[in-house]
């Protein structure tokens, strides 16, 4: 009844690790940790557990795809570890220069304007751009909106990883989303009406 | 219960609309509210825009934002010498 065992694929060589993923590492756990020692350290860890698990690699994915995998486990991780003691009273008032005291409008109403996702994506000048403003996010925001975003994960399944409660987790998106947005529209959309 | 309410639950709840299904209810306000709010309206457009830039990045095989640093000679060799010694 067994199947036949697959073949294993031929890995690349560990030793040539450094040279061939590990610029690729690091660019993802700098975008995600920040500090450049945080990330090189992120970067060796991986590849550490890479060597150890080598057999768990059945090359149903691309060796670098497996290895950004396990990178994203030790990051949920740490983010687990920090969130651990957090409450919703803790989470810094992010949002409140946007509103107008008691009146719950908008201080700065958005202003009107759009964009071609496609070609935005592959916009190298927007990119730029948008590093500057996530640069400004507060950590928490910025790694978790990494992670719904470019890693693509679903709400609850970065509630699953992180430990970070549903109603936590969609204030930290929606004060990254306000804040990416209003940074955005001042030096990227609307530049010509800046004050 | 008002269908409308204000532009601070609105952008909240058009943020949350993002992550999970509003219920109807809240669901059928926030649509009646920015029906009549530019404002909201506009903000709720350009959230999605922006998510939808960083996924497509993603899918481009760039999960990550551009930077000019790399990762350099003296920590590739301390990585690199790290891995001679296994785990």
Known sequence: MSAMPKPRPAATNPNQWVDTHADSLFRYALTRLRRREDAEDAVQETLLAGLQAQR???????ELTWLMGILRHKIVD?????ARDTTVEALP??????WCGKTDRWLHPPKSW???PTRLSE???FWQQVRKCFGALPERQAQIFVLRTFDELEAEDICKQTGIS?????????????RLRACLEESWFTPESKP | MSAVFSCREAA???????????PMPKRMALRMHTMMCAACRAYERQIILI?????????????????????????????RARLTQGP
């Open chain 1, 114 to 116: 759009s964009g071609d």
């Open chain 1, 166 to 178: 549903a109603t936590n987790l969609w204030v930290l998106l929606h004060r990254a989303r306000t």
């Open chain 2, 51 to 79: 998510d939808t830039v960083f996924c497509l990045r993603a899918k481009h095989g760039k999960p990550d934002l551009p930077t000019s640093e790399g990762l350099d000679a003296a920590a590739r060799e301390r990585i």
């Open chain 1, 78 to 82: 740490r983010i687990r570890v920090a």
């Open chain 2, 12 to 22: 909240r709840l058009a943020s949350e609309a993002q992550d999970h299904a509003l």
């Open chain 1, 93 to 98: 008032a992010g949002e409140m220069d946007e």
């Open chain 1, 123 to 125: 916009d190298a000048e």
């Open chain 1, 56 to 62: 768990a690699f059945r090359g149903d994915s691309a």
